[in-house]
């Protein structure tokens, strides 16, 4: 089964991230190929949300969601083709180190070369929002 991992060091905060990332309903705003996201399962299934593909409207891609705040860790696994998706977080000097584990199952192997190039521009497109959120959000907390 191929695997494999990336991480960067986000400026904005764990909590800012966090807010993001646990929140299947907001994995459009950053989770790169995606353009839409439904809760449930479109299939009638037991997922928690399901994410539809950009330029594939017909789509469906069910995924189950586990949140586990006490270990700001979020795992997503598609119902469909099961790849599985390990976010975490962990609090570095000045920001967020945010990394995944990815894991692809051998039926799905050919298809590893694209899930790097998007859970790499996930990453940056995840931290560029909780960035500009936290700015966006710092002005409150002082006020």
Same mark, same amino acid.
């Given at each position: 089964? *191929?695997?494999?991992?990336?991480?960067?060091?986000?400026?904005? *905060? %764990?909590?800012? !991230?966090?807010?993001?990332?646990?929140? *299947?309903?907001?994995?459009?705003?950053?989770?790169?190929?995606?353009?839409? =996201?439904? %809760?449930?399962?479109?299939?009638?299934?037991?997922?928690? !949300?399901?994410?539809? &593909?950009?330029?594939? $409207?017909?789509? @469906?891609? %069910?995924?189950? !969601?586990?949140?586990?705040?006490?270990?700001?860790?979020?795992? !997503?696994?598609?119902?469909?083709?099961?790849?599985?998706?390990?976010?975490?977080?962990? &609090?570095?000097?000045?920001?967020?180190?945010?990394?995944?584990?990815?894991?692809? $199952?051998?039926?799905?192997?050919?298809?590893?070369?694209?899930?790097?190039?998007? =859970?790499?521009?996930?990453?940056?497109?995840?931290?560029?929002? @909780?960035?500009?959120?936290? =700015?966006?959000?710092? %002005?409150?907390?002082?006020?």
């Amino acid at each position: 089964m *191929p695997q494999f991992d990336y991480s960067l060091v986000s400026a904005a *905060p %764990p909590r800012q !991230v966090w807010k993001i990332l646990y929140d *299947p309903l907001r994995f459009a705003e950053w989770w790169s190929g995606f353009d839409r =996201v439904t %809760p449930g399962d479109a299939r009638g299934g037991d997922a928690d !949300v399901t994410l539809w &593909p950009e330029g594939h $409207p017909e789509f @469906a891609l %069910p995924q189950r !969601v586990e949140s586990h705040a006490d270990e700001q860790r979020v795992v !997503v696994s598609c119902t469909v083709s099961d790849l599985h998706f390990e976010w975490r977080l962990q &609090p570095v000097d000045g920001g967020t180190d945010v990394s995944v584990h990815v894991e692809i $199952p051998a039926a799905e192997a050919a298809r590893e070369a694209t899930q790097r190039d998007v =859970v790499a521009a996930s990453l940056r497109r995840l931290s560029a929002l @909780a960035e500009a959120e936290a =700015v966006r959000d710092a %002005p409150r907390a002082r006020g």
